[in-house]
């Protein structure tokens, strides 16, 4: 069984991948809360990514995967932006995944090969309007994580996940009716919007051994948003 450390796993994509990962893995959740987590196989933390230095003596010494959850969605005219927008969407998509990281290198190096997830957005390779704030927090993560790849390989591989919009309690403001639903699933190639279940199948190849031959890699789970143009 594979020692898994999943950060911000309580809810949405997080709770999803744990669901998934549970039963053929040892599965250590830090998050905020525990929160749908109680009837799970799981370990629970308590961490927060804006605050908190992650306790490792809760952890194995061995880590073979880490997926790092914790983001935002903070969509806004880039006129009614303050810098300090741009901090916040930094801090806890880039600046706490990077302190998640280093707390946990030895833990990563241990293992014989080990797998890092990471999340970025369709927003960061296609123009959006109003996304600059998160456009550029995930940007800094695709950047990072081939960067990062290229100087632990062989010894970690790094991929990352760049969903569309996914029905989670992030996205709920923009999914919270029939209507909006629908003209998201309309914008989409594949007529639908991204649901957790997705994006965990993803990350789960990504942490198996399945996907031993992959590193440095961005996997767009978009509904084809990304590359297909079908509605023009």
């Known amino acids: ?11 949405g994509i997080g709770l999803a991948i744990a669901k998934e990962l549970q039963y053929e893995n040892k599965v250590f959740v830090a998050s905020r809360t525990n929160e749908n987590l109680t009837d799970l ?21 061995v880590i073979d ?35 998640v990281i280093q707390t946990v290198l030895p833990n990563l190096t241990a293992a014989n090969q080990s797998s890092i997830v990471l999340f970025s957005s369709v927003a960061a390779s296609m123009g959006m309007p109003f996304h600059t704030s998160v456009a ?50 309309e914008r989409h190639p594949l007529k639908r919007v991204g649901t957790t279940n997705d994006m965990a199948n993803m990350a789960s190849f990504l942490l198996s051994e399945k996907s031993s031959w992959i590193s440095g890699q961005i996997f767009h789970v978009d509904g084809g948003m990304s590359t297909l143009l079908v509605n023009g």
Do not use: W
Not at 1 to 11: A, Q, R
Not at 142 to 162: M, W
Not at 168 to 183: G, H, I, M, Q, Y
């Open 41 to 61: 196989h799981i370990t629970h933390i308590p961490f927060d990514a804006l605050t908190d230095t992650l306790d490792t003596t809760q952890l194995p010494e």
């Open 65 to 99: 995967g880490l997926v790092y959850c914790p983001g935002s969605i903070n969509l806004r005219p880039f006129r009614g932006l303050k810098p300090e927008s741009f901090e916040a969407d930094l801090q806890i998509n880039f600046i706490s995944l990077v302190k």
């Open 1 to 11: 069984m594979k020692n898994i450390l999943l950060v911000g796993g309580s809810y």
């Open 136 to 185: 550029a927090a995930k940007g800094a993560i695709e950047g990072f994580a081939k960067a990062l790849a290229a100087e632990y390989a062989p010894k970690i591989r790094v991929n990352v996940i760049a969903p569309s919009l996914t029905d989670t309690p992030l996205a709920d403001k923009f999914l919270n009716n029939d209507v909006k639903k629908e003209k998201s699933a």
